[in-house]
């Protein structure tokens, strides 16, 4: 793609719409938060036009995406200035409360620390197996599996009392 | 049950059609030329684009002062440093690093701010920025800090050492880039936090004695037992808290000096359905006789349960304004290396009825000494906690072919690793044995 600028423009606005979603759920899901999620969609895809990567195939094209939203969403928490607010006007729970769907699985996720979640997603949502999504963190295939470990033993409750609210 | 339920749930989370046109419009734009892709993330914006080509440099512009300074910092460690040509310029500021010396575990970067404009730099002058590494996904450092080491005003130029100590080895090709947004000079920081449940100036739901302005906002007056409760001297306080005549959350802060330059941000941790509590920024600002009246509009009253604290941050520089811009250094690293030693080592446990950790390797450089543990080992199959185990009292010691024994320096480390460094570079073909919590483990040299 390098090569050809031309083609490279027009595959790059190919690539936002077909990744546009993967891009945006996993960023939500490391960050729990629209905001983040909008911040990091908009780097990824940045980032594409910036450093033109060679992406050879769809499975390459995708565990790019993934690898390069992952950074970007650990860059969003790195940064020490960062202040974990949110508009009021986006905690619709405080001036309309309950409950829309999902809430109580919100409540399990949320309480997640963020390294799990992108390995429960990548693994339940994005159907990755152990082995790639080590390759995608740089991790060992140990350290998913005792990621997945954690993560399924805080999800307890909710794995095993169908949907009730782990808290 | 869960992956339905995660999947139904992540299904119906997709990006709106406005900020994928958005994006699409600023792919567009970057791919004309018109926009740089940023470094820093997006919301903070775009950032004028200056001249920032990059401008490779060599050690020598530093200068006497800058160098000797540098010299002097490294001291013994200085034969393992290297050369850094990396440069960038912004708002009139140039940055150029100058030196640099890390082993898998440690990082030191000499880098210069050189103002080629004016005097807005000094000997008091701090950068606020961010340090990644360029070609991986995860953040090899457990911790880093910038400080100024010298300031040569003839050259009109500051030298920073930035450090890190690193979680995870760092490979030998590894870049590291530091994205700077601002350098201030005189930064201080200040907050005050105000319990919904403190005797002082806890929050009710009454409606406190309120004023309106001439433009027509509701501001908190001034509560006597807040002002007389605030510490003397404080540069920023709150002097009212609570809710205002016109029934939404208002926080009245008093600045007690004069700035050159500040940032006050005050913010209300609320508590979601689930229990989580989340921080809001009390959005609207309205001037009143020198203080400043914060209000979080849409809070009434009737959700006081859900509030839980009151916090004002203030950033702020009596000498001067900062200089905001853009700069990115990225700096290749070449490190120094180090011997990876495995090991087996039974640590015992913070509490004792927690048993042990064990330690499965050592890592060993001219500059540093890592134990790192096995991380399935902290983690207790039929609970839900981790064994907590406080590495740095196991302080190790390193025994040379000259008798002599080292005890090296703790630097930085987590749950499952940590880092001393040594005073002087060591020959690792010296090293004898490493003793830790009176375990002594041999090094098999060739």
Known sequence: MKEDPQGFNRRAEELLDKYAALVYRLAFARTRSREGAEDVFQEVFLRLVSKRPRLDSEEHEKAWFCRVTINCANSYWRNPFRRRTQPLEEMGELTAPPPEAGSALDACLDRLSPDLRVVIHLYYYEGYSTPEIAGLLKKSESAVRMRLMRARRQLRDYLEEGGNPCV | MFEHDYRNEFDAITPDRALVERTRGRMRAVLSGGERSPRRLTRRGIIAVAAAAALTVTALAAGPTIWQAIQNDLGSRAPYDTE????????GIRLEGVQALAD??????????????????????QIRGTLIRTD???WPY???????????????????????????????????????????GGYQSVSQRISTSSEHGGITEELLPSTRTQEGSTVLLPQPELESANAAGAPFSIVAAGF???????????????????????????????????GHDL????????????????????????????EMTADYSRLSEPVEGDWSLEIPLQ????????????????????????????????????LVCDQDTMYLEEETRLRSVTLEKFIPEV?????????????????WWATWTFDQPIDLDQVVSITINEQTIPVDKR
């Open chain 2, 136 to 138: 991986r996904n995860i």
């Open chain 2, 283 to 310: 959005g609207k600002v309205t001037p009143i006789d020198g203080d400043l009246d914060y209000c979080l509009e849409g809070f009434g009253p009737e959700q006081l349960s859900r509030l839980t604290m009151i």
């Open chain 2, 84 to 91: 850094v040509k990396a440069a960038c310029e912004d708002q």
């Open chain 2, 399 to 415: 025994l040379l072919k000259n008798g002599t024994t080292l005890t090296p320096t703790y630097a930085d480390g987590n749950s």
């Open chain 2, 244 to 278: 205002a005549a016109d029934g939404n959350l208002h926080v009245r802060v008093r600045p007690a000096i004069r700035t050159a330059w500040q940032n006050i941000v005050v913010s209300a941790t609320i508590l979601k359905d689930d229990g989580a509590g989340v």
């Open chain 2, 142 to 184: 457990g911790s880093y800090s910038v400080r100024q080491l010298s300031y040569d005003p003839d050259s009109r130029t500051c030298l920073f050492v930035l450090t890190a100590t690193g979680r995870e080895n760092v490979p030998e090709d590894a870049t590291l880039c530091l994205d700077v947004e601002r350098l201030l």
């Open chain 2, 104 to 125: 898998g575990r440690m990082v030191r970067v000499y880098f210069t701010a050189r103002d080629l404009n004016g005097n807005r730099l000094d000997e008091t002058t």
């Open chain 2, 335 to 370: 490190i120094v290396e180090a011997e990876h030693i495995p090991v087996s080592l039974a640590l015992p446990a913070d509490q004792v009825s927690d048993g042990t950790v064990m330690a499965q390797r050592l890592e060993l450089s001219p500059l540093s000494l890592t």
